[in-house]
């Protein structure tokens, strides 16, 4: 009986060790101060191996960010792959690699005009961070990018916000993990925004820009790149929103500054002996300023008809113009008529798809813009 009562004894005390061991706890997690937080990455070419930077965030203490306990940081390393890179870096600090809060992946602009989509499936298998990244070119160096921070806070964040809120008026502009993932695998077209920074003569701060795009093929190959001006242009295709300005030019050479107040755009799309036809409509509803000169123009009939016939007569030329280098060379995803007809046309698509690229360059694209100027911005 002893011997029974010691061994039960001796079982209940292993069960409770095992149970304890079985917590949730930090026994397989790393302290807060072993962490590195990786709020930006960017990726440059290198000759053989790639140039990889992390923009961090590294806990001092266990204190709030108010009281200092945040250091921000870049730091570069090379690499033949991000997870080398990952390795390396957390040998070099001491500390894990956590990307859960990662909010921007940028792309050097040398390495954008190669084939980098190869890159983007080490962060593909994290589904929180595909969800809530965004993914964008930079002009120059994604090092020099996020070596550009003069503050205590991380450019990552400010750049991945001024995309979102830049594309808040009218979708399909910023780029996020999760979207590059899905047109990945669908082997579609797809563009990148391409963002700058630069600091500021006063104060130090960065100064981002939103400075174009870069449309690339179905492959990941380079197609192009798209200016600023048409970057905006491409806003305002974009379902429903506001834009930004819009400087015009009527008969008589005088340039006019508009607010872009709303834009509407519809397309189209039929089939005729096996050729896409698209239609698209454009309605722009903007606010006379000023002129360019700052002289003023008379508020009447006549004034508000020139700029009206102005702004639609020139966003319709740079549409067009828009449109013929979609067909030559960027690739329908710069206007979205690749999805529109796989949406409008299924049936089609599919038999079509894998020659999409060699019968969009065929295609018909007819364009008609109407301007309404809104009063009350006219200045006299």
Not at 290 to 311: C, L, N, P, R, V
Request: glycine fraction near 10%.
């Amino acid at each position: 009986m002893y011997f029974i009562k010691r061994f039960t004894g001796i079982l209940m005390a292993a069960a409770g060790i095992f149970a304890l061991l079985t917590m949730t706890g930090c026994w397989d997690d790393a302290e807060i101060n072993g962490r590195a937080f990786v709020l930006g990455f960017g990726a440059d070419s290198g000759g053989e191996a790639y140039r990889f930077t992390f923009q961090l965030a590294i806990p001092v203490s266990g204190e709030s960010d108010s009281s200092g306990s945040i250091q921000y940081t870049s730091r570069t390393v090379e690499g033949r792959t991000p997870a080398a890179a990952v390795r390396t870096l957390e040998k070099d600090l001491g500390r894990q690699i956590n990307f859960e809060q990662l909010s921007l992946i940028v792309i050097g602009e040398r390495l954008s005009r190669k084939d980098f989509t190869g890159l983007t499936d080490y962060f593909f298998r994290r589904a929180s961070v595909r969800r809530q990244s965004c993914i964008a070119v930079c002009s120059g160096s994604a090092e020099a990018f996020f070596g550009s921070s003069a503050t205590d806070k991380a450019i990552s964040t400010e750049a991945a916000s001024a995309l979102q809120s830049y594309d808040a008026g009218s979708g399909g502009i910023a780029m996020n993990l999760f979207l590059l993932y899905r047109i990945l695998v669908n082997r579609d077209e797809f563009f990148l925004p391409k963002i700058s920074a630069a600091a500021e003569d006063a104060g130090g701060k960065a100064l981002l820009t939103l400075s174009g795009a870069s449309a690339y093929g179905r492959e990941g190959q380079f197609r192009g790149d798209l200016s600023e001006e048409e970057l905006e242009l491409l806003r305002l295709t974009r379902g429903s929103g506001t834009g930004g300005s819009l400087t015009v030019q009527d008969g008589s050479g005088n340039r006019y500054c508009c607010q872009v107040r709303q834009s509407d755009c519809s397309v189209k799309c039929t089939i005729a002996d096996g050729t896409p036809e698209f239609r698209m409509k454009l309605e722009l509803v903007i606010l006379p300023l000023d002129t360019e000169s700052g002289k003023g123009f008379g508020h009447s009939d006549d004034a508000q008809t020139s700029i009206e016939q102005s702004a639609e007569d020139t966003v319709k030329k740079r549409l067009q113009a828009l449109a013929d280098r979609s067909r030559d060379s960027l690739g329908s995803s710069v206007l979205g008529l690749q999805d529109v007809i796989r949406q409008r046309q299924p049936d089609w698509y599919a038999l079509h798809q894998k020659d999409w690229e060699r019968i969009y360059p065929a295609s018909e694209i007819t364009i008609t813009v109407n301007c309404t100027a809104a009063g009350g911005g006219i200045t006299k």
